[in-house]
T-cell receptor, first 114, second 112 residues
């Protein structure tokens, strides 16, 4: 299996622009998570989906952030409009709720907002 | 929510020595405790985990111990090697397996 695939790996954009991060989870996994990693705040859970349904989005920082999972093999995290404080590495992870609880992380999308 | 605290934030050891990283958690209902290793430029990867029905689990040079009464668990790496250098995270779930809270991470440096 190719693992969790994220794109883009790096994105540099200007403040006010829309940013869309993409994730393809591991086939057969029914849970998907978006995490944000910064030096100051560590790994923060933004939102997670179970069977394509958003279960908990309490970690989404503001209305500027939105996430969708239209099908079992694709999810997006969108920031509109972006701000410099959104600069971070965004990770997508997938897992099976019926399994051990192990999360499989992608390699992350490094976002820089100027 | 769950409060997971991890210590130390940095740890430097000589190759061959042991390293110990400790975490405490707040939710007494938590019953699954994983440890993840993150190498530079990559996502975290599970290296070992433990469930609340056991007190210790070993996998070659790594082990995890759990004290449910005190609500803390530790990662032990013996005979450290330079390739063990990475950031290590503990985690604990809230309510169920799905919502994991991560510790702040420990940067381990193994000096050759």
């Amino acid at each position: 299996d190719a693992g969790v695939i994220q794109s883009p790996r790096h994105e540099v954009t200007e403040m006010g622009q829309e940013v869309t991060l993409r994730c393809k989870p591991i086939s057969g996994h029914n849970s998907l998570f978006w995490y944000r990693q910064t030096m100051m705040r560590g790994l923060e859970l933004l939102i997670y989906f179970n069977n394509n349904v958003p279960i908990d989005d309490s970690g989404m920082p503001e209305d500027r952030f939105s996430a969708k999972m239209p099908n079992a093999s694709f999810s997006t995290l969108k920031i509109q409009p972006s701000e410099p404080r959104d600069s971070a590495v965004y990770f997508c992870a997938s897992g099976k709720t019926s399994d051990t609880g192990e999360l499989f992380f992608g390699e992350g999308s490094r976002l820089t907002v100027l | 929510g769950e409060n997971v605290e991890q210590h130390p934030s940095t740890l430097s050891v000589q190759e061959g020595d042991s390293a110990v990283i400790k975490c405490t958690y707040s939710d007494s209902a938590s019953n699954y405790f994983p440890w993840y290793k993150q190498e530079l430029g990559k996502g975290p990867q599970l290296i070992i985990d433990i469930r609340s029905n056991v007190g210790e689990k070993k996998d070659q040079r790594i082990a995890v111990t759990l004290n449910k009464t005190a609500k803390h668990f530790s990662l032990h790496i013996t005979e450290t090697q330079p390739e063990d250098s990475a950031v290590y995270f503990c985690a604990a779930p809230l309510y169920n397996f799905n919502k994991f809270y991560f510790g702040s991470g420990t940067k381990l440096n193994v000096k050759p």
